[in-house]
């Protein structure tokens, strides 16, 4: 296994995106309106991550708790959700990004499975940089799917399960194909993972933000790379076996 070098910008960087709520509060605006801000901090940080270098940014936009929320605030978003869709598609063309999703997505409301399918057949070509919507997702959730599925292919004669690692397991996950976050950053002062990523994050750095999400910007973003930038990911190893030796 070849180790990062921490001073190396992390390739991949996810993010619980919370305090949409708290931000409209404190202004006596509804939470949708929260919401909608954020929607235009989901605009400006997928361009920072681009201009940052990242190559995967994965936002964490809708968990399989948050049906549980009132039904008008749900409804609202995924209405949000659809607009931001439809409106973001020639940008995602413009600007070279590849949309994928995970999650649950075929549980999604027609009009926002039909514009996500469109987004991302338009943008399956491009290679640079990669977008991920985590929509209706839950990582036991996950893992269920991927027993279930793993199960399947079993019973099918396509895999052997007693050479099951995690090599071979993990192809069933919602992320198959990709790479695992370096850094999982949390805003709203929330320090907690919420059902997110919770075996792709094994070895993540994690960085928690006070800033409510519709406040957080390029600088934040670039804030929370430089202190990704100062740890060290020792993998289970020594500090020395990380350290380059310096050479006189
Ligand atoms: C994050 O903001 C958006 C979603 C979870 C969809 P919240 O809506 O959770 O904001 P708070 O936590 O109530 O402030
Ligand atoms: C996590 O935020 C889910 C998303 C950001 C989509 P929540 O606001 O739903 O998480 P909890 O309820 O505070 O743990
Ligand atoms: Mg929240």
Do not use: C
């Amino acid at each position: 296994m070849s180790l990062p070098s921490p001073e190396n910008t992390p390739s991949h960087v996810a993010i619980i995106m919370d305090g949409n709520g708290r931000w409209a509060r404190q202004r006596g605006l509804p939470r949708i309106e929260g919401h909608r801000r954020g929607v235009e901090t989901v605009r400006a940080v997928t361009d920072a991550g681009r201009e940052l270098g990242l190559r995967t940014l994965t936002l964490y936009a809708f968990s399989v708790e948050n049906w549980k929320r009132p039904q008008d605030e749900v409804g609202a978003l995924m209405g949000l959700l659809e607009y931001y869709l439809q409106k973001e598609l020639g940008t995602f063309i413009k600007n070279r990004i590849r949309l994928r999703t995970i999650g649950r997505t075929d549980q999604l409301p027609a009009g926002v499975q039909k514009h996500l399918n469109h987004t991302i057949a338009e943008t399956a070509h491009f290679t640079d940089y990669t977008l991920v919507l985590a929509l209706n997702y839950g990582a036991r959730t996950e893992v269920a799917d991927a027993a279930r599925a793993y199960a399947a292919a079993v019973a099918a004669g396509q895999v052997e399960p007693n050479a099951t690692s995690w090599e071979t397991f993990s192809r069933y996950l919602y992320t198959a194909g990709l790479p695992d976050p370096d850094l999982i950053i949390r805003t709203s002062g929330e320090t907690r993972i919420s059902n997110f990523l919770l075996l792709q994050g094994a070895y993540a750095e994690f960085v928690f933000t006070p800033v409510l999400w519709p406040d957080f910007g390029k600088a934040d973003l670039a804030a929370a790379i430089a202190e990704y930038a100062r740890r060290e990911r020792r993998y289970g190893l020594t500090s020395e076996q990380v350290k380059p030796k310096v050479t006189a």
